[in-house]
């Protein structure tokens, strides 16, 4: 089975303390919001690694785009497509 994932490419970096701040301080209400109202999702969502959210880290962008990837065989579309944000696992950090 192959898999494909997004590879970000991105373009000038840009302050996000402000909001990474406000990620951090709305993250756990919104977590004790879904716990609350839909608790069977919060199951599904906690059994499928939902507790990496507490390594969110937020980079905020001029430009940002992604390309598909199949790293199984090292494929790489020429493709590149623009988006307004994107999540990505990091392992390596």
């Known amino acids: 089975?192959?898999?494909?994932?997004?590879?970000?490419?991105?373009?000038?970096?840009?302050?996000?303390?402000?909001?990474?701040?406000?990620?951090?301080?709305?993250?756990?209400?919104?977590?004790r919001y879904i716990y609350k109202r839909h608790n069977?999702?919060?199951?599904?969502?906690?059994?499928?690694g939902f507790s990496i959210l507490n390594n969110l880290k937020v980079i905020v962008v001029e430009k940002l785009f992604y390309r598909?990837?199949?790293?199984?065989?090292?494929?790489v579309s020429k493709e590149r497509v623009e988006c307004s944000c994107l999540l990505q696992v990091c392992l390596n950090s």
Not at 9 to 24: A, T, V, W
């Open 1 to 31: 089975m192959q898999v494909v994932t997004r590879e970000a490419i991105y373009y000038g970096l840009s302050n996000c303390s402000l909001k990474e701040s406000l990620i951090n301080k709305t993250l756990p209400y919104a977590q």
């Open 40 to 48: 069977d999702k919060y199951v599904q969502l906690k059994q499928s």
């Open 68 to 75: 598909n990837v199949i790293k199984d065989c090292d494929s």
